[in-house]
């Protein structure tokens, strides 16, 4: 099994990861803010990575420092999950529809971080969440899991279809792209042997 812990604690915020993306899409998540919950919940269960996260933040300020650093923590926990990387697809896409919503979702498992974010809302809040924070979310995930990632809402009306779009779609493209491709196995899928700037283990 492919699984990884982490603890994170800075003076803004206390928080647990547990992780295990070779497993069944059970969760358990408690953020103190209810509609990443719902969101992170997503991940999960599209992505069939169990999912444990205990955050702990300063959210009588706001929100943005327990958004950012959960996703950092879950990054770095998948990191930590695949390792080498050797042997996955590396590449995954989805096109997810949600009533009146299409979002797509392409990444590449690339170890080098990128973020593309082609998502407008008409909203600045959803519940008591700024909506600006979700960019940040994937900013930070896509910076510590060492992903390329694009996010693009095609189009919608309804700002909780579209982040919730997006969620699943990035659930969905993870899961194809961190599968382990059996013809390659043992190998990583790169001309380099190493993916991003760091040296292949042994």
Request: proline letters at 2%; charged letters at 25%; hydrophobic letters at 40%.
């Amino acid at each position: 099994m492919r699984q990884a812990s982490i603890k994170r604690v800075t003076k803004e915020t206390q928080i647990i990861i547990d992780l295990n993306i070779d497993g069944t899409g059970a969760y358990d998540v408690s953020t103190g803010i209810g509609f990443l919950d719902h969101m992170l919940e997503q991940l999960s269960r599209h992505s069939l990575m169990d999912l444990t996260v205990r955050a702990q933040g300063d959210t009588h300020i706001d929100f943005h420092h327990t958004t950012e650093d959960a996703a950092l923590a879950i990054g770095e926990a998948v990191s930590k999950a695949l390792g080498n990387r050797k042997g996955i697809q590396r590449y995954g896409s989805a096109l997810i529809p949600m009533d009146e919503t299409l979002t797509q979702v392409a990444l590449d498992l690339s170890n080098r971080p990128y973020l593309i974010w082609k998502v407008a809302f008409n909203r600045d809040k959803l519940g008591d969440m700024d909506t600006e924070l979700f960019k940040e979310w994937f900013q930070a995930f896509s910076q510590t899991a060492g992903v390329t990632l694009h996010v693009a809402n095609l189009y919608g009306e309804n700002n909780h279809h579209i982040i919730e779009s997006c969620f699943k779609a990035l659930a969905r493209a993870l899961r194809q792209a961190w599968e382990i491709d059996p013809r390659k196995a043992d190998a990583v899928p790169s001309t380099k042997g190493v993916l991003g700037g760091g040296i292949e283990e042994t």
